[in-house]
Each structure stands twice: as structure tokens, then as C-alpha cells.
């Protein structure tokens, strides 16, 4: 996509600033021609559990395999945040709401073809709600997000360019999660279990190979429906472990792009020291590290340990250690002014292990813990299970510290991503240092996905009839202050249960090297900017 000179001048200008780099000259290639071909290199810092993101559960996925797909909506990535405003068309060509607002219909875009050379049609996206909703033959083998469409009846195809989600109730947010790196259309001619290792998509970009431990590689899709794009030959993604050693390869210029979201701001710093010219730009990235205790077995089905957990835990030193004091503290939604449905800090406060006297909270919780026959001559012993990537090491490393102040003897336990995800959804786990992202700045998509009794990614197996109909009033809710109160609420009673404790929403970011021209990462996710085929190579 082709953009007017003054506004891309504007945006290098501000990533410049934010990256601490006002001094240094930066052409304004943005301003010229994109340039056609060029491999975009960035690495990738995990195995990835398959290439099938509807499967997925991590950017791990939708970084390397977004560029793939296509969705029906997606956002506008010249924009700073992701919102429904900025929702723009993609498959489908325009959207429209019934009177009653419980019919959503698409017009869909012709002349699409999957990889494969077969048309892209309305009975594709019938079949990839239907697929997500687990109401095929053919299964996900896990399937994170089908809370998401709970709430559609139908998907009814007329013809084969139209398409209408029919809904129990009105449903705004239905929009925004369709939008989402989370919300691909898949064929219907092709398994789910193709998906996760030879993917077919729409999108930019073809599927060439993903070798483990090794590398990532997609080639440009020659016959894609955006006229002259994507402007690079490929995207190879070296599978680099340690953070470390990728950034030194980042500097060094042998790739373009840090993984996204991989930079902290110590890191930012390094990166600025050897490499100047590197644009960097941090933010909130709508990702909580956060506590989860397996509530269905001993001895953390009590209430009063979990409790006591949640109230040892020293936010301020989660922040000042590991971001310098830049991520904020909050509760289940992201926190403002990047956040539209944070709590407020004053209501925060009332909630057990928000008070910022640490002193007071942790006597409270060594009470808690004595009151069941815990003291310094009886410590209880626990593995603290996490992923095997540093952004869960590291804050891992401090739990176990804070733990210690109540009696509790963390051991460290590290899981590969490929197992992790599992581990969690079976309760394989006691206790764990976790992250969860959200797709989308909006209450449906993380209270259904991560707080609904019957969801896979409830880790901690929370259940709570009342609220989750408390959830499903204000998803219907279409006045914004309503809804804002309703949410708050579902939030508060969420953190009083210890459902799943939010230690900190990390701010972080992204560095690429001025030749790579056309990025733009959101100030509220981390899920939907990696389809890359509006970005070139500017050497």
C-alpha cells in the first residue's frame, strides 16, 4: 500500500523520536517508490507448536505464519492503535448490521484463490467459524479461542460472495475479534491437520518450509489480490534461542528486524549503543505477566494459599527490575491510557496485593499461611512451572523470591513451548510464571478466552456461573460508560478470587534497521501487524 509523502515523513519522524534518535539523519525513504523484492530476515525465538494459528496461542504462531492468511477484516497499520475504528476490509470487501444488530453481513472480494489455485469462497468462512466453533467432523487439535463465536447461531453463505453471521444477541465486539492475527479464514477443502504443517492460505505469502531449531522461509505469493503486493521475494526467520545472541545478530546487520515485542528497554539501550541508526519503538504490548495456581489439587484448591500468593507479590519490584520502572501495573484489562477498559487506580487499590505497602500485605498473607499450619519450621515445597523463553525466566526467578517471604520454596520448572501450552490446558502444573496476550483491546475476548468456565485457556480452572453472565450482559451492552462499569466489576470480583493474578502489563517493544520501510507495531496488541505485505527493503 502506498502512502503520501507528509504523513510518512511524520511517522518516521515520531519512531525516530520514540526511538531516542532525533539526531540522526534518516532518509525519508518512505517518501519514494517501494522498491520490489528482498528477503526480510528477523528471527524467530522459539519453535513454533505448528503452523495452524487457529491452534495457537502465542506470537510465536502468528509472527511467522500471519503473512499466510487472510481475514475477512483487519486493521489499518498506519494507525497507533487497533481498535474498531481502524477496522479496515480485506476477504470481505464491506460489512453491515441488521436493524436488531443480530445479523452481520459481509460482501466478499472475487477473484481470490488459496495457494493451491482453488477460489476463495463464502463456504471457506462457513467452514472456519464452523471449524473454530467445533461443530465439524474435522477437529482442532487444540483450539484456544472458541469462546470467541459462542455467541453465533450460524454462518449462512448466499452465493458465493456474501456471507451473514447470525447471533444469539447484539455483539460489537464480534467485529474486533474477527479482525484479530487470531482470526484467519482457513479452506475448507483442506484438514486441520495439513494446516499445521503445509498451511494454505490467501495471503502474501507462501508456505516453503519449517525446519525445528532451524529456520522459518515464505516466498511471495505471485498471485496475490492486492495489486503489485507484497513487495518482497520472501521472509526467512533463523530460529534463535537466545535473546542475546539474536540481538548481537541484529546489530551486526544480519537481520533486519528483532522479533517483535523481544525488546525491553535495557535491551533497547544496547541495541542504541552499538547500532544508532536502529529504529526502536516501545510500548504497552496488551501482555500480563501474571500468576496461575491449579485450584483443582492440593494444597492450592484452598482459597486462603491462593490468596496469600497473590498478596506476597511486589509488583514495583516486577517493574523496576525487569522494565525500569516503563510497564504498568493493573489488573485483567490493559491498563489506560493505551487500554480503553483499565480500572481505575483507586478501585485497583481495594483489591488484595494492589496496596503498595508490600510490608502490610505480606504480614497479612503469613497469617493466611500459619492459620493452615505453614511456618519457618514448616515450608511448603512447589514447582513453579514456566515457558522456556526469558520473558517467563526471568520474572519466574522473582516469584520464587516473593514466594520464600510466606513460606513457600519455589523450584524452578522450564517447558518448551511446544509442551507448555498443553501442560497448562491439562493442569499438568501446581504453580505457574505465565504471560497472556490479548488479540484485541475488548472485555469479550478476554474474559470468554481466559475467565469462561468451559475455555481452554482458563489455566487455572476458574469458574463462576454468576459472573460469566455478568460477562455476557455487558458483551450485549451498546452503551460504552454501562459497559465500562460492568467490566470494571467483572474485573474486581475476578482479582478478589485469585483467578488469575496480574503481576504486571509489560511494555516492550521492536528494532529494525532503517532499510526495512513500512512497519508500524500497535500500542494495544501484539497480534495483528505480521502480515507484512505492505513492507520493502529500502537497499
Not at 540481538?247 to 533486519?256: C, E, H, S
Request: proline fraction near 7%; aromatic fraction near 8%; glycine fraction near 6%.
Amino acid at each position: 500500500m502506498q502512502r503520501r509523502p507528509a504523513a510518512l515523513l511524520a511517522i518516521t519522524f515520531v519512531l525516530a523520536t520514540l526511538a531516542g534518535a532525533v539526531a540522526a539523519f534518516i532518509p525519508p525513504a518512505a517518501a519514494q517508490e517501494p522498491k520490489r523484492g528482498g528477503i526480510l530476515r528477523l528471527y524467530q525465538r522459539d519453535n513454533p507448536p505448528s503452523a495452524s494459528i487457529h491452534e495457537g496461542a502465542t506470537f510465536s504462531v502468528n509472527i511467522p505464519f500471519m503473512g499466510v492468511y487472510n481475514n475477512l477484516v483487519t486493521y489499518d497499520t498506519t494507525k497507533d492503535k487497533d481498535s474498531l475504528d481502524t477496522l479496515v476490509p480485506e476477504l470481505a470487501t464491506s460489512w453491515s448490521w441488521s436493524s436488531d444488530r443480530k445479523e452481520l453481513t459481509f460482501k466478499l472480494r472475487e477473484g481470490v484463490k488459496w495457494h493451491d489455485g482453488r477460489p476463495f469462497t463464502a463456504a471457506d468462512v462457513k467452514c472456519t467459524i464452523e471449524l473454530v466453533q467445533g461443530k465439524r467432523e474435522d477437529k482442532l487439535r487444540t483450539n484456544p479461542r472458541r469462546l470467541w463465536y459462542n455467541n453465533v447461531v450460524d454462518v449462512v453463505p448466499k452465493g458465493d460472495h456474501e456471507v451473514t453471521f447470525k447471533l444469539e444477541q447484539p455483539q460489537p465486539s464480534l467485529l474486533a475479534m474477527l479482525g484479530s492475527g487470531y482470526s484467519p479464514m482457513y479452506p475448507c477443502h483442506v484438514n486441520a491437520a495439513t494446516m499445521r504443517t503445509r498451511p494454505i492460505g490467501t495471503g502474501p505469502f507462501r508456505f516453503v518450509e519449517m525446519k525445528q531449531n532451524e529456520i522459518i522461509r515464505l516466498a511471495r505469493n505471485p498471485d496475490y489480490w492486492k495489486p503489485g503486493q507484497p513487495y518482497l521475494d520472501g521472509i526467512e526467520m533463523p530460529i534463535i534461542t537466545s535473546r542475546s545472541t539474536a540481538m548481537l545478530a541484529f546489530i551486526a546487520g544480519r537481520l533486519d528486524m528483532t522479533f517483535p515485542t523481544e525488546v525491553t528497554q535495557q535491551v533497547e539501550k544496547d541495541i542504541k549503543a552499538q547500532s544508532p541508526a536502529a529504529i526502536c519503538r516501545l510500548g504497552p504490548i496488551n501482555v500480563s505477566t501474571n500468576l496461575i495456581v491449579n485450584r483443582e489439587a492440593a494444597p492450592f484448591n484452598n482459597a486462603d494459599l491462593r490468596r496469600a500468593m497473590a498478596l506476597t507479590m511486589d509488583r514495583k519490584a516486577f517493574n523496576d527490575i525487569l522494565y525500569e520502572g516503563q510497564s504498568v501495573i493493573g489488573t485483567a484489562m490493559l491498563p489506560g491510557p493505551a487500554g480503553v477498559w483499565g480500572m481505575p487506580e483507586a478501585m485497583m487499590r481495594q483489591i488484595p496485593g494492589y496496596d503498595p505497602d508490600v510490608a502490610k500485605n505480606r504480614a497479612e498473607a503469613r497469617r493466611l499461611m500459619e492459620k493452615h499450619g505453614y511456618g519457618p519450621n514448616n515450608r511448603l515445597s512447589v514447582k513453579i512451572s514456566t515457558r522456556n523463553i526469558q520473558a517467563y525466566r526471568d520474572p519466574a526467578v522473582i516469584l520464587i523470591d516473593h514466594l520464600k517471604e510466606i513460606y513457600i520454596d519455589g523450584e524452578l520448572d522450564i517447558v518448551e513451548t511446544a509442551a507448555w501450552f498443553g501442560k497448562v490446558a491439562r493442569k499438568d502444573y501446581a504453580v505457574g510464571l505465565n504471560l497472556t496476550g490479548n488479540g484485541v483491546d475488548d472485555p469479550d475476548q478476554n474474559f470468554f478466552e481466559n475467565y469462561s468456565c468451559k475455555s481452554e485457556r482458563n489455566a487455572t480452572g476458574y469458574c463462576n456461573p454468576e459472573l460469566e453472565k455478568l460477562m455476557q450482559a455487558q458483551s450485549a451492552e451498546p452503551d460504552l460508560e454501562k459497559r465500562r462499569a460492568m467490566v470494571w466489576e467483572i474485573d474486581r470480583q475476578l482479582q478478589e478470587d485469585v483467578a488469575r493474578p496480574i503481576i504486571v502489563h509489560i511494555t516492550a517493544g521492536t528494532c529494525w534497521h532503517p532499510h526495512v520501510i513500512g512497519f508500524n507495531p500497535a500500542m494495544n496488541t501484539s497480534y495483528n501487524r505480521y502480515r507484512f505485505d505492505n513492507i520493502w527493503l529500502n537497499r
